[in-house]
């Protein structure tokens, strides 16, 4: 049961341009929203995170936009850099008591910047 | 500051094996969690520990297992190794403080395990 889902496997983006990630999911008792940026044989790291009480949050060239009527949220970059190329992953968690701590991750988008 | 450390960074095991994977936490932190990530998917929580107590479980089986020390590090351990086991194993440290856990989760760069 796939409860986080990122519908679009790959993303090529110009340098200097916007690169735009979209992330659906479809548990309600979800509440806080978090980006992974992951490159090749390293773990992924921490990018930026939005709780459901708000519906955007920036953080330099990163925003995050939440839309809990539409289950879904997408992350921005702008402008993109030959370095932001790598596989994003949306997560997602809910703070109930079976699922306290535990994140919930979508497949992935593999983004490539191009000069 | 030493981030999350795994060991080792590769294993190739056969069918029927037993394998344990090693994990050190983030300094200050007292959570680990560990996941599976299969080729082409995002990774899958495995379970939890805090308090060198499983607190938190996904939907794997009874040959996953773990230990937490007190020291906070980690073993993830797995019996009667199956092909559909090989995947990059991922630990993940967090920390717990006033029963809040952070959600931000910093991640090892993980173990690829093999199994023939």
């Known amino acids: 049961d796939q409860q986080v889902k990122q519908n679009s496997p790959s993303l090529s983006v110009q340098e200097g341009r916007i690169s735009i990630l979209n992330c659906d999911y479809t548990?309600?008792?979800?509440?806080?929203f978090l980006w992974y940026k992951k490159y090749p044989a390293e773990g992924p790291t921490f990018l930026i995170s939005?709780?459901?009480?708000?519906d955007k949050n920036e953080d330099g060239r990163f925003t995050v936009f939440l839309n809990k009527s539409a289950k879904h949220l997408s992350l921005h970059i702008v402008p993109s850099q030959p370095g932001d190329s790598a596989v994003y992953f949306c997560?997602?968690?809910?703070?109930?008591?079976?699922?306290?701590?535990?994140?919930?991750f979508g497949a992935g988008t593999q983004v490539v910047v191009t000069p | 500051d030493a981030g999350v450390t795994q060991s080792p960074t590769h294993l190739i095991k056969t069918r029927g094996q037993q394998v344990t994977l090693r994990c050190s936490p983030k300094?200050?932190?007292?959570?680990v969690s560990w996941y599976q990530q299969a080729l082409g998917q995002g990774p899958q929580f495995i379970f939890q520990y805090y308090e060198e107590e499983e607190r938190q479980r996904g939907n794997f089986p009874d040959r996953f297992s773990g230990h937490q020390f007190p020291n906070y590090s980690s073993e993830l351990n797995v019996n009667a190794l199956l092909l559909g086991d090989s995947a990059l194993y991922l630990c993940?440290?967090?920390?717990?403080?006033?029963?809040?856990?952070?959600?931000?989760?910093?991640f090892g760069p993980g173990t690829r395990l093999t199994v023939l």
């Open positions: 993940a440290s967090s920390l717990v403080t006033s029963g809040q856990v952070y959600n931000e989760q910093f």
């Open positions: 997560a997602a968690s809910a703070e109930t008591t079976d699922s306290w701590g535990k994140l919930q």
């Open positions: 548990n309600s008792m979800f509440d806080y």
């Open positions: 939005i709780s459901s009480i708000k």
């Open positions: 300094s200050g932190h007292d959570t």
